[in-house]
């Protein structure tokens, strides 16, 4: 009995150090949003930080560009949550890679302070007037800020997610971040949730951003405004005036393609695989009720989704339905081209799966219900440096860019410990 007495003993110690240890790293990577912002001089932005590109990228190249328009470089991409972000982040990464642009990056975390407002003292190796070409990892936005980093000429663009499916997704990657869901009772919590949010919701509590117009709060607004606010109206106004183009995850590869033509980018550049796709079997299939339920109580983001879903379908008319589809088309052959290259197997698999630790995606705090890849063994001296890039998740080719990123990693490496 004195021995079991022991046993329970050191299990609740490990369980309070545990918990004491996670709470105080959880403390740590949130307090580093509130970092100190400097006052900084105003020294003007170039108009452009173009330059020549890499050579074999000739203006006006490619299937669907006009003829003779100047490929753009100076771009900035909102990356919103749970919205395949990270695939068009991927994209990014080895389009600045190839042309030796120069990224506007977070220090020390993989976001600029998030859920803190942009600030142009979080990129690093910030100075004022320095040209950076490309920013693109998560952010609450800030206009007159990121003006502030880059070039006047720089094309601004993001992607939204239809706000049930985005619901849903967030509940599921961020709920246990969010400690008003630990009181949520039964199986189902989300579908509990839905039920009466009221019940569970604190507009002041902490991370509870994560479960209400998510992509609202990520583009810098009050997600907790009522529908009928005129702030709302001017905020989506705004937006829209801001943002060059607005893609819809729903229709990924027309989006890209509108993309290629906003950007006069080529083909070639929007190779992708998609990453961080959670197991089908982690989806809550959301009922015809609770989608009603998820979209009430979302009902800012749908307003958002619903005014740049016309815009997108505009969009595509102008450029015309048959080329799209013929694009389109072309695109998925590259990409099933590719896959068949570089990865073992041709489809992602369970994280248990995965052979490479470089391979491995980030994983919500308890489970690992985001696939990966395995890259080919014998792929081609041609195609094995661009397999690799194509399939490395963000938080490693963050890393691979010369990112510091040493308050994730050392969260990582707790949640290793603890096995979470």
């Not at 173009?50 to 328009?69: E, K, M, W, Y």
């Not at 920013?135 to 006047?152: D, G």
């Not at 989608?291 to 009430?296: G, I, P, S, V």
Request: aromatic fraction near 12%; include cysteine; glycine fraction near 6%.
């Amino acid at each position: 009995m004195a021995g079991k007495g022991r046993q329970w003993r050191s299990v609740c110690k490990g369980l309070v150090l545990g918990t004491v240890l996670t709470s105080c790293m959880i403390l740590l990577y949130c307090l580093s949003a509130s970092e100190v912002q400097f006052s900084l001089p105003e020294v003007p932005v170039p108009y452009s930080c173009a330059h020549r590109l890499s050579p074999g990228h000739a203006p006006g190249v490619g299937r669907g560009q006009a003829a003779g328009c100047t490929p753009k470089v100076d771009v900035m991409f909102m990356k919103t949550h749970k919205t395949a972000s990270s695939t068009i982040l991927n994209i990014l990464f080895r389009f600045g890679e190839k042309h030796r642009l120069r990224f506007a990056f977070p220090s020390r975390r993989n976001d600029f302070s998030y859920p803190a407002l942009f600030h142009r003292s979080q990129v690093q190796g910030y100075s004022p007037g320095v040209c950076f070409n490309v920013i693109c990892n998560h952010m609450r936005f800030s206009e007159a800020e990121v003006a502030k980093v880059l070039p006047a000429d720089t094309a601004y663009v993001t992607v939204l997610r239809e706000p049930a499916e985005l619901f849903e997704s967030s509940f599921h990657y961020f709920g246990r971040l969010v400690p008003f869901t630990w009181k949520i009772s039964g199986d189902d919590k989300l579908a509990e949730f839905l039920r009466e949010p009221g019940l569970y919701y604190d507009p002041e509590g902490f991370n509870s951003f994560y479960l209400k117009n998510l992509l609202f709060f990520d583009l810098g607004r009050d997600n907790n405004l009522l529908l009928d606010d005129p702030a709302v109206d001017e905020a989506i106004q705004a937006i829209a005036h801001r943002f060059q183009l607005v893609m819809l995850v729903e229709h990924f590869e027309e989006s890209l393609i509108l993309l290629k033509d906003a950007l006069c980018w080529d083909m070639e550049d929007l190779l992708f695989f998609k990453l961080n796709a959670r197991k089908g079997s982690t989806v809550s299939k959301l009922t015809p009720e609770l989608r009603a339920k998820a979209l009430d109580w979302n009902a800012i983001d749908w307003k958002l989704y619903q005014h740049f879903n016309a815009t997108f379908w505009r969009k595509v008319e102008a450029y015309g339905r048959e080329r799209m589809g013929q694009d389109v088309a072309e695109l998925r052959r590259r990409n099933a081209e590719m896959a068949a290259i570089c990865i073992e197997g041709g489809h992602a698999v369970d994280a248990g799966s995965i052979q490479e630790t470089a391979m491995q995606p980030w994983q919500p705090i308890g489970e690992k219900s985001i696939m990966g890849y395995n890259l080919k063994k014998n792929v081609d001296k041609g195609h094995r440096k661009l397999c690799r890039k194509m399939l490395t998740p963000e938080i490693q080719y963050l890393t691979d860019l010369g990112v510091n990123l040493w308050i994730t990693k050392l969260w990582g490496h707790v949640r290793d410990i603890l096995r979470w």
